[in-house]
């Protein structure tokens, strides 16, 4: 409390900027001093003493009972003002400050490098964020989309997604997370995946799925890096409806497959660059036919049409 009594007493002009800033050497009073400028241009309203008592006995005559008036302490609610400036003010500087992330839209890829020099590769509707203030002690980050990671050997690094967290020292790997799937993939060294599931150690060529709640196995691989980084989608036995939401975050468009089996299991890829060649590789190993309009899409069977 002695703090926020000294910023009062110099609000008041009771201490000098000097004798604060020697009081409270780690205070940044940039901020403070623009509230405190601010404030002191509010001019107090100046009250005519011989008309209000005129007119409190003009309304006498009138009225037999007023209600009772409460004097307004303008001093006290100047206080009381300057303190919440200063704490939004600083609040909002605080914030810009620390807060760091990171965004991509529809068919938009991202590449930039953390404070530790870790790289990052964000696919494409995709968010990160983490604390730049708290990075050198907690390598803590928020990840609501994919992403490739290329970890900086150091202090623990954790990705937390709303599906679980991955956790490393040093190594690389890719973590997808959209509606109901859930997947990490290790490209090198070796990732601590939690779950809602469980807890599980993955090393190169390893892959942890969830969909639906359900963990699925998954063959090794040997790629050295993820598909899309070469913009391209590629699938091993995934629910067609997750094929289907990764058209749409990688084209500008919105496809109903209501007359489909989206459940059905998808082996193949396609391509970021070509939408019709994409929809077809997606589409013919299915069976399936699809028709344009504008940007909708729909997928239907054969035989349906």
């Known amino acids: ?46 009250i005519d003493a011989e008309k209000a008592l005129a007119d409190f006995k003009s309304r006498r005559l009138i009225k037999k009972e007023e209600p009772k008036v409460i004097p307004l302490n303008f001093k006290s609610f100047m206080k009381v003002a300057a303190v919440l400036v200063v704490l939004l003010t600083s609040s909002y500087f605080l914030f810009l400050n620390n807060a760091a992330s990171f965004e991509t839209q529809i068919a938009q890829t991202e590449t930039f490098n953390l404070p530790d020099d870790s790289e990052v590769i964000l696919n494409a509707q995709s968010k990160l964020s983490f604390n730049k203030k708290e990075w050198k002690e907690n ?20 990705v937390n997604t709303d599906a679980g967290s991955i956790q490393v020292l040093g190594t690389q790997f890719n973590v997808k997370e959209r509606d109901n799937y859930f997947e990490v993939k290790c490209y090198e060294g070796a990732v601590s995946v939690t779950s809602n599931q469980g807890k599980v150690i993955l090393t190169p060529g ?12 998954i063959k090794d691989f040997n790629a050295k890096n993820p598909s899309w980084l070469a913009k391209e989608s590629s ?56 028709k344009i309009n504008g940007k909708k899409v729909e997928f239907y069977n054969y035989e349906s049409k």
């Not at 998808?266 to 699809?290: A, C, E, M, R």
């Open 206 to 217: 390893k892959t942890f799925r969830v969909v639906n709640g359900e963990i699925i196995t």
């Open 139 to 158: 390598r803590n980050l928020e990840l609501d989309g994919e992403a490739f990671f290329k970890v900086t050997k150091g202090r623990k690094f954790t």
């Open 1 to 46: 409390m002695k703090k926020e009594n000294d910023i009062l007493k110099w609000f008041d002009g009771e201490i000098s900027t000097e004798e604060i800033k020697k009081s409270h050497p780690n205070e940044d009073f940039s901020a403070l001093e623009k509230a405190r400028f601010y404030t002191k241009q509010i001019e107090v309203p100046q």
């Open 235 to 290: 699938f091993d036995n995934v629910p067609l409806w997750q094929v289907i939401d990764e058209l749409e975050v990688q084209y500008d468009i919105l496809i109903n497959a209501e007359n489909v089996n989206t459940s059905e299991l998808f082996s193949g890829s396609f391509t970021h660059t070509d939408k019709n060649i994409s929809l077809q590789s997606v589409t013919i190993p299915l069976k399936l036919s699809y």
